[in-house]
Structure formats: structure tokens, C-alpha cells
């Protein structure tokens, strides 16, 4: 009976077109991934595990890029598969070691999709990066709270977050499609600045955001953590912006590029105007 994560992974892996295989860590294998039209495209493979956790990545890296965040391939090479909930099962039992071959599948169709048309198709559905995903979770799990339809207006990304300074400490705006929601007093606590607004939810309009059930206090849960998520995946960013970290160009849009960019246009900006206000020499009498 297998007694290791990559054992259970060996003795299912046949049935994911996995045509060579290792119990031992790093694991060598050759995973072959079937697309909608019938080919196949094989993937040779490291895994590794600690405990019951395993990672993935491409060795060497032929097909994918050795790093892309907007693909979800980490520093390192790792695929990203998922967060929380959503992540790539601990491997413990048969069962959850099919579970796990069948995240790695579905991760490279769509990685074959991406190199196909330089875009990467399950945005809706991302994870974002690093502490970011955190308050994502936390985002979703308030927009849940105010319906379906606000749930699906969040991952078609209709609303925005805009910060307001003010002297009485900062406040947030939230906007879906431009049009304005409801403004935060972050706080601590944070609270609404006018908890008389019409309330977003998908209940018929008329009744204000304080009187339907506990939806301010989601309200307020949402808008803070909505700017608190789109902020840190920022902050991500541009750090691997300031680190040299490039785009692998691969996508047609991607949001380091875009960070990478802009990083750029501010430092020239800055030098110009260094140079524009340089105190000059006075000429030696």
C-alpha cells in the first residue's frame, strides 16, 4: 500500500497519460495533456514533495514560460493551483491524488490555451498574488453575502475603489460601472459615511443599505477589502518591477508589463525633473 504523497501520485497516474512516473522526490514524469480537438501535448515534469503537499513545475522549461504571475507560474517555476478552498488538494489517499492530477491537467490546457492565443482564459476565477489573496477571499465572501448578481458584477470587474483623503482620515468610494455605491470611513472602525444609501444587493430596489438584514456591515467588508486586495496585488507588482523581474511575453495583456511601464515612466519623469531643477555652477571669477 503506498506510504508517500508521490506514491499515491505514482499508482493513479495512469490514468492522467502519465507515461513515466516516480514515487521518490523530486519525481521525474512525462504527463501527455489531451485539448478539445483530440491531439496531445506532452509535459515533462518535476515534482516534489514536503509531507503531504505537493508542487509541480515544468523541467526543463520548454512549453511554459520559466515565470509569469498573469499565468499563475511562480518565481521558482511552480505552478500556481489554486488558493484556499480552490488549491490543489493535499495528497493523502487515492482519491485525493486523482484530484490532484486532475488540477495539473486542467492547469496545462489552459497554459497550452494561453501559448494559442497569448491570453489567459480563466481570469474569472483567479487567485490573486501573494498577501493579496487573501483579501480577495474575503471580498468574495462579502459579495456572496450581497447576491449573485453582485458576486458575478465583482468578477466581471464593474466595481472600483477610489481613495479619498481627508482630514478626518481617509475614506473609500465605491463605484460599480462608474456609478457611486457608497463611501467608507476606513477608519478604525470603519464605517459608512451614510448608511442611508439604496442598498446593492440583488433584493428590488427602495430599501436603504441600514435596514436590509446586515448588508452595511458587508457592504463596508466588501469595500475595504476589495481596495485592500487590488492595493497589495499592486504592491506585488512593483516590487518585482523594482527588482528587474520581466514580462515573459507571452500574453497580449499583462499586468506587470503594464506595472513595469508605468514604473519606468515615473523614474523618467523624475530624472527629468532632477535635472530640470539642478542648481547650476556659478562660473569661477
Given at each position: ?5 508521490l ?30 480537438g ?34 499563475h ?38 497554459q497550452?490555451?494561453a ?7 480563466n ?11 487573501s483579501?480577495q ?40 460601472e ?29 430599501m ?39 514580462c ?9 508589463r ?28
Open positions: 500500500m503506498p506510504s508517500s504523497s506514491a499515491y501520485l505514482d499508482k493513479v497516474a495512469s490514468e492522467f497519460g502519465v507515461t513515466s512516473s516516480s514515487a521518490t522526490s523530486p519525481a521525474k514524469v512525462v504527463i501527455s495533456v489531451p485539448r478539445a483530440g491531439d496531445r501535448h506532452d509535459f515533462a515534469l518535476e515534482l516534489s514533495a514536503t509531507g503531504s503537499a505537493v508542487s509541480a513545475r515544468e523541467e526543463p522549461p520548454v512549453r511554459l514560460p520559466v515565470f509569469c504571475p498573469d499565468r507560474i511562480n518565481e521558482d517555476g511552480s505552478f500556481c493551483l489554486g488558493w484556499g478552498s480552490t488549491a490543489a488538494p493535499a495528497v493523502v489517499d487515492e482519491e485525493s491524488a486523482r484530484a490532484w492530477w486532475t488540477a495539473v491537467v486542467r492547469f496545462l490546457q489552459l497550452l490555451t501559448n494559442e492565443l497569448g491570453v489567459w482564459t481570469g474569472a476565477n483567479d487567485w490573486a498574488h501573494g498577501e493579496a489573496a483579501h477571499a474575503l471580498a468574495e465572501a462579502a459579495a456572496d453575502s450581497l447576491g449573485a448578481r453582485f458576486r458575478d458584477d465583482l468578477r466581471a470587474g464593474k466595481f472600483a475603489v477610489i481613495r479619498e483623503p481627508h482630514h478626518r482620515g481617509a475614506r473609500l468610494e465605491l463605484r460599480r462608474g456609478n457611486h455605491i457608497a463611501r467608507v470611513a476606513i477608519g478604525p472602525p470603519a464605517r459608512l459615511k451614510d448608511s442611508r444609501v439604496p442598498c446593492p444587493c440583488d433584493q428590488p430596489a427602495g436603504t443599505v441600514d435596514a436590509c438584514r446586515d448588508h452595511a456591515d458587508h457592504l463596508i467588508g466588501f469595500t475595504v477589502d476589495l481596495w485592500r486586495w487590488r492595493k497589495s496585488e499592486d504592491q506585488f507588482l512593483r516590487e518585482l518591477a523594482k527588482r528587474g523581474i520581466p515573459c511575453g507571452t500574453l497580449k495583456n499583462c499586468k506587470l503594464d506595472v513595469i511601464a508605468r514604473e519606468k515612466a515615473s523614474t523618467m519623469k523624475k530624472d527629468r525633473h532632477a535635472r530640470r531643477h539642478k542648481p547650476r555652477r556659478r562660473p569661477k571669477l
